[in-house]
Antibody, heavy 120, light 106 residues
Framework: QVHLVQSGGGVVQPGRSLRLSCVASGFSFSKHAMHWVRQTPGKGLEWVAVISDDGSKRYFADSVKGRFTISRDNSKNTLSLQMNSLRLEDTALYYC?????????????WGQGTLVTVSS | EVVLTQSPATLSLSPGERAILSCRAS??????LAWYQQKPGQAPRLLIW???TRATGTPARFSGSGSGTDFTLTISSLQPEDFAVYYC????????FGQGTKVEIK
């Protein structure tokens, strides 16, 4: 059974950093691209970043480009999101999500979500 | 950026009724569209991808149709567990989501 268990998150001041993690189980982690998606009551669902199955390709939404980094450790089945220079508008519930398959960019399994609050 | 507009914002129906949800794209997304269901306190769940392909475990009462800019999700006979918020998502360019349609009990 596929599981994505998230950790990290919390309350942080503007300009500071935070790291989110997502541990995968129940599938061949190294065979799937992985994404981060965030959700707010106001803006709804927003795709944040994707990393290819082997970690060689990484893409980001314009809203986080240059501030967020996505990485993975296939030996530990772990996905990470390093968030730097956080802004008030980064406040959201962050989900890690598995890509359905090669070149699909659909999200077939999701983590439980972790809340990030940026506040002074 | 491709903007997805869902309508209606809220759909009030009774169990057993048919639900028809719409998603319109600001430019053609070909058939690269998915539908998700989200219940309170839960992550979204993939229902349909590539406009009409049911994801694993999606009941047959859910069907998707459309191509280009206009898409529809139909729930043939609403079950109590179907009352939720539904989102469309395109992957023709960087992924974007619609703002959601809430299907509520009338």
């Amino acid at each position: 059974q596929v599981h994505l268990v998230q950790s990290g998150g919390g309350v942080v001041q503007p300009g500071r950093s935070l790291r989110l993690s997502c541990v995968a189980s129940g599938f061949s982690f190294s065979k799937h691209a992985m994404h981060w998606v965030r959700q707010t009551p106001g803006k709804g669902l927003e795709w944040v970043a994707v990393i290819s199955d082997d970690g060689s390709k990484r893409y980001f939404a314009d809203s986080v480009k240059g501030r967020f980094t996505i990485s993975r450790d296939n030996s530990k089945n772990t996905l990470s999101l390093q968030m730097n220079s956080l802004r008030l508008e980064d406040t959201a519930l962050y989900y890690c999500a598995r890509d359905l398959g090669p070149d699909k960019d659909y999200f077939d399994y999701w983590g439980q979500g972790t809340l990030v609050t940026v506040s002074s | 950026e491709v903007v997805l507009t869902q309508s209606p914002a809220t759909l009030s129906l009774s169990p057993g009724e048919r639900a028809i949800l719409s998603c319109r794209a600001s430019q053609s997304v070909h058939n690269y569209l998915a539908w998700y269901q989200q219940k309170p306190g839960q992550a979204p769940r993939l229902l349909i991808w590539n406009a009409l392909t049911r994801a694993t475990g999606t009941p047959a009462r859910f069907s998707g149709s459309g191509s280009g800019t206009d898409f529809t999700l139909t729930i043939s006979s609403l079950q109590p567990e179907d009352f939720a918020v539904y989102y469309c998502q395109q992957r023709s360019s960087w992924p974007t989501f619609g703002q959601g349609t809430k299907v509520e009990i009338k």
